[in-house]
């Protein structure tokens, strides 16, 4: 079965950086799509957006293009969500996905709930 | 790109049927046959209920069903159950090759 394990919640500051991860097992790492989906408190979900670590083919929603960096590490079967430099209307819980098509989401991560505040 | 149009909130009592419904454009609901809907309980991650418009995927009920008309793609719910009481968010594949969600619906069982 998949399974996809991500890590713990972080507490931040504005301006800090932040790299959280995802790693996948039970599936062939490089044939699926990894994508990450934001939900701010109270809100609905936002696809941010999405890689193929076979080749690294990766997506972004406009809204989340320059804002975020998605990555993948094929030796560890892991990808990976990143900012440079936090704010703190980026609190949410931040979702990892795993799909066969790039456009419907099999499974979902528990998810990484990222409180940034001053 | 707008987030796609559900209904804020819907309700039925146990056995009825009910339906969500999901209005995109044709550069997204009505141009592709790529809309999935999620189930979401309070506290707990998404799950994919429908994909490619009328699939379920192995394990989830066939109470649930889809479908699709144009711009607008629609969730079923038949007999409904308490355990169905949750937010639904529909999803699409748009031309820009991203993912647009709807804005979620909370569906309250009376």
């Known amino acids: 079965e998949v399974q996809l394990v991500q890590s713990g919640a972080e507490v931040k500051k504005p301006g800090e950086s932040l790299k959280i991860s995802c790693k996948v097992s039970?599936?062939?790492?490089?044939?699926?799509?990894i994508g990450w989906v934001r939900q701010m408190p109270g809100k609905g979900l936002e696809w941010m957006g999405i890689?193929?670590?076979?080749?690294?083919?990766?997506r972004y929603s406009p809204s989340f293009q320059g804002q975020v960096t998605i990555s993948a590490d094929k030796s560890i079967t892991t990808a990976y969500l990143q900012w440079s430099s936090l704010k703190a209307s980026d609190t949410a819980m931040y979702y990892c996905?795993?799909?066969?098509?790039?456009?419907?989401?099999?499974?979902w991560g528990q998810g990484t709930l990222v409180p940034v505040s001053s | 790109q707008s987030a796609l149009t559900q209904p804020a909130s819907v309700s039925g009592s146990p056995g009825q049927s009910i339906t969500i419904s999901c209005t995109g454009t044709?550069?997204?609901?009505?141009?592709?046959?790529?809309v999935s809907w999620y189930q979401q309980h309070p506290g707990n991650a998404p799950k994919l209920m429908i994909y490619?418009?009328?699939n379920r995927p192995s394990g989830v009920s066939n109470r649930f069903s889809g479908s699709k008309s144009g711009n607008t793609a629609s969730l079923t719910i038949s007999g409904l159950q308490a355990e169905d009481e949750a937010d639904y968010y529909c999803?699409?594949?748009?031309?820009?090759?991203?993912?647009?969600f709807g804005g979620g619906t909370k569906l309250t069982v009376l």
């Open positions: 039970g599936s062939t790492f490089t044939n699926y799509w």
């Open positions: 490619d418009v009328t």
């Open positions: 890689i193929y670590p076979g080749d690294s083919d990766t």
């Open positions: 999803s699409s594949y748009t031309t820009s090759s991203t993912v647009l």
């Open positions: 996905v795993i799909s066969q098509t790039l456009y419907s989401f099999d499974y």
């Open positions: 044709s550069s997204d609901v009505g141009g592709y046959n790529y």
